[in-house]
Every structure is written in structure tokens, then in C-alpha cells.
Nanobody, 126 residues
């Protein structure tokens, strides 16, 4: 299983970016994708996740109402639409995969995910 994240870049505060996480090597749609981020000098934190079967989603409080996660199973891709970006959103964003539908209580823990893609840098500054 491989994950490829892309879509990062530089954007001014208040702007938008859409990150993509394309998966390969997995034949079923029954998996959960989580997005995590790590800012310089800080610990990795969960941003959002989406399950495969029921497409249940959840967001960290810091991004709720500004970020939207979605998936296109036909394209094996999960998207993270980020709007009203803030300077504090600056980080390396990574996507991760866990087979099956994750229990909500475990979804924001990095250790719950088996496969990780490389990160994509998002820089929000004026």
C-alpha cells in the first residue's frame, strides 16, 4: 500500500488550498484515511479523518468549520479542502491509512494507522 500526498504550497492568510492523498496497492474501499500535520518544533497532531464505508468524518477543533475532508473512491483519492487558512496552519501535512473503519476514539491517534505517505508542506504567511 502506498500513499501519495500533494497540493501543498504557499498561501496568504485567509486563502485556500486543496490537498490530495492518492492511494495505491489496496483493492478494497474499506479503509480510513487520516490527515495529520506537524509544525516546526511541535508534535504531530491530527487534523481530520474519513472512513470508507459510512464516510464518517471528524475534525480537530482547530480546523472545524474551515477544513473539509472528502473521498473519491473511483480515483482512490482523499481530499482535504482547506479554507480561511491561518498562519498557525503552517505545517507539513501527511496522510495515513488504516484498513477497515476505524473506531472514532482511535482515529486521532497516529499509532492507529499502518501506512503513511510523505508529507506536503503548507506555508501560510503574508
Amino acid at each position: 500500500v502506498q500513499l501519495q500526498a500533494c497540493g501543498g504550497g504557499w498561501v496568504q492568510p485567509g486563502g485556500s488550498l486543496r490537498l490530495s492523498c492518492e492511494t495505491s496497492g489496496i483493492s478494497s474501499d474499506s479503509y480510513t484515511i487520516g490527515w495529520f500535520r506537524q509544525a516546526p518544533g511541535k508534535e504531530r497532531e491530527a487534523v481530520s479523518y474519513i472512513r470508507g464505508g459510512d464516510r464518517k468524518t471528524n475534525y480537530a477543533d482547530s480546523v472545524k468549520g474551515r477544513f473539509t475532508i472528502s473521498r473519491d473512491n473511483a480515483k482512490n483519492t482523499v481530499y482535504l479542502q482547506m479554507s480561511r487558512l491561518k498562519v498557525e496552519d503552517t505545517a507539513v501535512y501527511s496522510c495515513a491509512l488504516r484498513r477497515g473503519n476505524i473506531i472514532s476514539g482511535l482515529a486521532f491517534s497516529p499509532s492507529s494507522y499502518t501506512y503513511w505517505g510523505q508529507g506536503t508542506l503548507v506555508t501560510v504567511s503574508s
